[in-house]
């Protein structure tokens, strides 16, 4: 078997690892550097490693490893908003069209409309189910899908060919998905772009971002943007971030049945109103998700009516933590209009953890018991 017969389990314990060798580790600890020592005839052409804001060999293993799973050539990121906003201000110039997700990551849309619509960048936002309008004239349109936070679905493949037909440059965010739950370079898009804050490390414990694809020429592009700005992670991060892609098909699993069993619940609950998980059939996303999706994330979102009652759910629970970002170990609601975004008060999104299953039912079943009787625990 080639590695890349491998399944998702074996390719995540084996990504971006060096070749063995007697002695040495698995893989590599943190390099710390900022400059490395030089050949005095040849000075930086003589090794690979120059500088720190360029060239770091534990951020070179983690880009294997990412760029293996996305099935493309990866670049890392201090964080997924320097991954998105670097390749936005790097590809994009002053007159250009940009199509992005009205429903979408919002510090994105905020950033579009504050600093792409200044700089004389028109900014077109389309919802993430469509309907799209025609892409001529566009130079780019950056897709999210499953959108964060409402979980809504873009039609890779049949978006990236129209935009293909009108000269456009097709970018997908992947952050909910991770590149198990779908591989959009497969699906024809040009560049994957992603917060590895998320599931994809799953320990709530680092910043991270990447752009991956199979151009070379728009990895110039995006590897110069990275090394004038000098928006890259650090050793210690990126090896951290590396350690946990080992176990990433581990805990996509859980979580994925995790969110299929919370779902179900939250379905067959009269409180619990706008329920949207793409994996469940009833799912207005799950004809497009359950075909161009891997597997189904372990996020759903749903209203609870308002913030009061949200409140109560979350501190009658014993297992939900109150906590913003998703995809982590640890079972997580957010209520998102408390960071000032465009959803309803009540709005919840769920990030199921890797708990046992019946512990999760248990407890979310008591807590929104709880919540609907209108009392404060404490
Ligand atoms: C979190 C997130 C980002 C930004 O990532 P950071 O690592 O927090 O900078 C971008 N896109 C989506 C969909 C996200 O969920």
New binding site residues.
């Given amino acids: 078997m080639s590695s890349g017969e491998w399944h998702d389990g074996t390719r995540c314990v084996h990504a971006g690892l060096p070749e063995p060798t007697p002695g040495a580790p698995f893989l590599p600890g943190p390099v710390f550097a900022a400059p490395y020592h030089l050949d005095p005839w040849q000075g930086p052409a003589g090794a690979v490693n120059g500088y720190g804001r360029p060239d770091n060999p534990t951020r070179r293993l983690l880009e294997a490893a990412i760029g293996e799973l996305e099935g493309g050539d990866c670049r890392a990121f201090?964080?997924?908003?320097?991954?998105?906003t670097g390749l936005l201000l790097a590809v994009l110039r002053p007159g250009d069209t940009i199509v992005l997700p009205a429903d979408?990551?919002f510090?994105?849309r905020a950033f579009a409309t504050a600093t792409l619509e200044g700089i004389g960048v028109r900014v077109r936002f389309v919802p993430t189910a469509g309907p799209y309008p025609s892409f001529d004239g566009v130079r780019m349109v950056l897709l999210?899908t499953p959108?964060?936070?409402g979980l809504d679905v873009a039609d890779v493949a049949a978006l990236a060919e129209a935009a293909h037909a009108a000269g456009a440059l097709v970018a997908v965010?992947?952050?909910?998905a991770t590149p198990l739950g779908q591989r959009p370079l497969d699906l024809g898009a040009d560049l994957v772009?992603?917060?590895?804050?998320?599931a994809l490390t799953g320990h709530s414990d680092l910043?991270?971002?990447y752009v991956a694809s199979r151009s070379a020429e728009l990895l110039e592009t995006v590897t110069a943007w990275r090394s004038t700005t000098g928006a890259v992670p650090g050793a210690f991060d990126a090896w951290l971030a590396h350690r946990s892609l080992a176990t990433l098909d581990l805990r996509l699993a859980r979580q994925t049945a995790n969110a299929a069993a919370v779902a179900e619940l939250l379905a067959g609950r009269a409180d619990v109103t706008g329920l949207r998980w793409p994996g469940r059939p009833e799912d207005p996303a799950y004809r497009v998700a359950s075909t161009q999706m891997r597997r189904m994330p372990g996020v759903l979102s749903f209203d609870l009516g308002d913030a009061d009652r949200v409140a109560r759910f979350v501190e009658a629970s014993r297992l939900v933590a109150a906590a913003t970002?998703?995809g982590g170990l640890h079972t997580t609601a957010d209520r998102r209009a408390q960071w000032g975004d465009d959803t309803a008060p009540g709005f919840v999104r769920l990030s199921c953890g890797v708990e046992d299953t019946a512990d999760l039912l248990a407890d979310l079943t008591a807590a929104l018991d709880s919540a609907a009787q209108g009392r404060r625990l404490s």
């Avoid at 201090?78 to 998105?84: D, T, Y």
């Avoid at 965010?173 to 909910?176: K, Q, R, W």
């Avoid at 772009?193 to 998320?198: L, N, R």
């Fill in positions: 201090a964080s997924g908003q320097a991954a998105i979408g990551y510090p994105v999210e959108a964060n936070p965010d992947n952050t909910t772009v992603a917060s590895g804050t998320k910043l991270l971002g970002s998703f």
